[in-house]
Each structure stands twice: as C-alpha cells, then as structure tokens.
C-alpha cells in the first residue's frame, strides 16, 4: 500500500525506537477499529514498501460492516497525512 510520507516519517521518528511504516499502520488500524492485521515488514519486503497480512476469521454475514470499518480507517488515515 502506499503511505504518505508524513506518515513514514512518523512510524520512523517513534520512540523508544523507529518502526516499520506498515506496522505503525498496523497498531493505528487495531486501536481505531478493533480489526487485527500483521505487519507484511515482519516477513521480509522490498525497502521502502509497505503492506498487510490478515486471515478473515469473520462470520460471512459480518464481514462487509470489517471491510467498511478498514477503509474507512484508511480514507481517515490518507486525508490526516496527506
């Protein structure tokens, strides 16, 4: 996925050590939503690129309403650092 700068920039000024964009992405998306993603930086990537793992452990019938919940949190996430 790409990620505004600002936002890299942040994921890597954090403390008490920098971290990967994607997983920064990663808490923000958790705390936001409650929806649960893994890092794709935690399995090896090209530098300066980012994505996500999930596995859809959702009933079908409630998967839609986890999906708006995500790019939701996404349009709000690319507007703030944009």
């Known amino acids: 996925m790409d990620l505004p ?3 890299v920039a942040e994921a890597e000024a954090q403390l008490p050590h920098p971290v990967p964009a994607d997983e920064l992405y990663c808490l ?3 705390d936001a939503t409650g929806v649960v993603v893994v890092p794709g930086s935690g399995f090896g ?7 996500f793992r999930t596995t859809f452990l959702p009933p079908e ?8 919940r995500v790019a939701t949190f996404h ?8």
């Open 5 to 7: 700068p600002k936002f």
């Open 28 to 30: 923000k998306l958790v």
């Open 45 to 51: 990537q090209a530098p300066g690129s980012w994505h």
């Open 61 to 68: 019938n409630k998967l839609d309403g986890v999906l708006d």
């Open 75 to 82: 349009r709000k996430l690319m507007e703030e650092y944009a």
